[in-house]
């Protein structure tokens, strides 16, 4: 019989409704014993091994489902060990770069443990690389101390934010991250916080702890107290508990275990496997009119917790084995800023995503991307061999066309630039390249050459939009700016057609039930003007060439607007590129700013950058 008590404080503040009301919704449901026999990962410590969990039947919890779904941290990725990209060298090797990780190496004692070293630090079962489970999380021993029997407490915390080196007020210059940017995490719009947690006696004793939050500037809350036997557990923390105000700028959750006559030779094992927010009802929507379509825009939190900063993310519902596919671009952990692409697939895009697969160059991954010709760059070297894939199935073939970076380039100012290259598979996992079907003879005016392609097979042919500062080898005098090119196979492609000068790439699909183009794209503050707003926005085409492009907030979708920006959006539709009225569309936020003051700002904008996405009903 679970001996669970639970409860919410926050001094005088709370009403006892509010507290009742916490009390009410907290659950806990204790499964699979976190300290289980089976093949389970080992932690090798003094006085034996602590086996982890397995996965088993029984072993999984479900989140709750809400109408908009924000994972706050997910600890299938390795060790979320304290965020030390400023406090290393590249050289070095940053070991943790997650915008959300533990404040320190290891839990804070009240008292002296009877263990020391790494048998006192955050480890995790699981590795960035692998394809993972459920059961993938975090991990950390609780020692008594060397008494007889131990009372006080060990605490656990674990940060929402990337912490500075840089004092408020600190003048921004190339890389300076100062104090007043840090990224505190947002809750005020949600309702409940789900914690899937794991704490276990190694001798079976009782075990108890304490959850707390902590908005900027203020004290801690007592969100969750508990005490029983222990063992995996979903705990369901009520927000609306807390005023809406003290939940706008969270640093932190801490975990306190609370040490009562524990024995000599106990242990307690913590397991810390996912924290996601949810609000009941959609609380960003919108519709307005566009080329004479209704668009109706519904913002549904984000898709995952991704590491390394994910972009330019976008795919289709594969009617062959009934899974949402996505394929986007983010950096890795080697080094800063490489971009390569990723994998994940879903049965519900409004549940959750699988862990996602890196397509490496080096075999080093279930995903891999073999060239022949040797001229792409390595996965896992400086710069990358590329994102911005996107990705069409035509007759069981997969087609992925991406922002291609090559070894060995100069064009006497750049050193390397996106070409558009083409990779082809059977598994949308495992890749052979082509080669660049957009050979862009240099990097054009910043650098940057061709990339961030969009593709429809529409009629038999192959319908590629994408962005260029330059121009293909074999087209010297072919626009730039968004552009258009036709090819009957998918491998050759005729001369850009422009679509704009000025406009950025663009996520497009053609909507048969309305005999239009749609394009998902972005603008950046006051870009077209002063009424022009950061953010996501749509247009339309009848022929896929002519488009109208409006700039106010009329064809901005319903998106977090409280953010620096909404960035390279793209849509989930068709094998073929084609999109029904109902459409999810998705895009990079960046919750850290890009530039300040004309300065860069810093490399922690990438580590800060998440997948949102929103539903898009055409009618």
């Not at 912490?163 to 990224?183: A, D, R």
């Not at 953010?563 to 960046?590: D, K, Q, R």
């Not at 700013?593 to 998440?610: E, H, I, K, M, N």
Request: glycine share 12%.
């Amino acid at each position: 019989m679970d001996k669970g008590r639970r409860k919410l404080t926050r001094g005088n503040r709370l009403t006892a409704a509010a507290i009742a009301a916490a009390m009410s919704v907290a659950l806990v449901l204790p499964l699979a014993g976190c300290g289980g026999n089976g093949n389970g990962g080992n932690v090798n410590t003094p006085g034996g091994d602590i086996v982890l969990p397995t996965h088993s039947e029984g072993s999984i919890i479900e989140m709750k489902e809400y109408a908009v779904t924000k994972t706050v941290a997910d600890f299938k990725y390795g060790v979320a060990g304290p965020y030390d990209k400023y406090t290393k060298s590249a050289d070095e090797g940053w070991n943790y770069w997650l915008s959300r990780s533990f404040a320190s190496l290891t839990p804070e004692y009240s008292y002296t443990p009877d263990a020391s070293g790494e048998a006192l630090e955050y480890k995790s079962n699981c590795v960035w690389s692998d394809d993972g489970s459920d059961d993938d999380c975090n991990y950390v021993t609780i020692y008594p101390s060397a008494k007889d029997s131990t009372n006080g407490t060990a605490e656990s915390e674990f940060l929402f934010y990337i912490p500075c080196l840089n004092p408020e007020g600190t003048p921004i210059n190339y890389g300076v991250y100062p104090k007043e940017y840090e990224n505190y995490l947002d809750l005020s719009e949600y309702d409940n916080l789900s914690f899937i947690f794991c704490a276990q006696s190694e001798l079976g004793s009782d075990v108890a702890f304490e959850i707390y939050l902590k908005n900027h500037g203020s004290e801690r809350y007592k969100v969750y107290e508990y005490k029983g036997n222990g063992g995996k557990m979903r705990i369901d923390i009520d927000l609306r508990a807390i005023e809406t105000d003290r939940r706008d700028r969270l640093e932190s959750l801490t975990v306190v275990n609370v040490i009562s006559n524990m024995a000599k030779g106990d242990r307690i094992l913590n397991c810390w496997y996912k924290l996601e927010a949810g609000a009941e009802k959609v609380f960003l929507e919108k519709t307005s009119r566009m080329s004479g379509v209704s668009v109706k825009s519904e913002f549904l939190g984000n898709m995952l917790y991704t590491m390394c900063g994910a972009y330019s993310a976008t795919g289709f519902y594969d009617s062959s084995d009934g899974k949402y596919k996505i394929w986007y671009g983010s950096g890795v952990p080697e080094q800063q800023s490489t971009d390569n692409v990723y994998y994940m697939e879903s049965t519900d895009p409004e549940r959750g995503w699988s862990k996602p697969v890196r397509i490496t160059t080096d075999g080093s991954t279930k995903g891999t991307l073999t060239d022949k010709s040797g001229k792409l760059r390595g996965s896992s070297s400086p710069v990358g061999y590329g994102g911005d894939p996107a990705v069409v199935k035509v007759d069981g073939t997969y087609y992925m066309y991406f922002s291609g970076i090559e070894w060995n380039l100069d064009d006497g100012t750049y050193h390397h630039w996106n070409k558009i290259w083409l990779a082809t598979s059977t598994d949308g996992l495992n890749w052979t390249a082509y080669g660049a079907v957009v050979d862009t003879e240099n990097g054009g005016s910043l650098g940057y050459g061709s990339g961030a392609p969009s593709v429809v097979y529409y009629g038999g042919k192959f319908y590629m939009y994408y962005y260029s500062q330059s121009h293909d080898v074999n087209y010297p005098d072919e626009p730039g700016g968004l552009v258009l090119k036709i090819s009957d196979d998918g491998y050759h492609f005729g001369k850009a057609i422009s679509i704009d000068r000025t406009m950025p790439s663009m996520e497009v699909k053609y909507v048969p039930e309305l005999m239009k183009w749609i394009g998902c794209y972005y603008t950046e503050d006051r870009q077209y003007g002063e009424g022009c707003k950061a953010g996501v926005r749509v247009a339309f085409s009848n022929d896929g060439i002519k488009w109208t492009f409006d700039f106010t907030d009329n064809s901005l979708i319903a998106q977090d607007m409280d953010i620096p920006l909404n960035h390279n959006p793209g849509f989930i539709g068709t094998e073929t590129g084609f999109a029904g009225t109902t459409i999810y569309c998705n895009w990079g936020a960046n919750d850290l700013p890009l530039t300040v003051d004309g300065y860069w700002f810093s490399s922690a904008q990438y580590d800060a950058r998440q997948l949102e996405f929103g539903k898009i009903t055409l009618s």
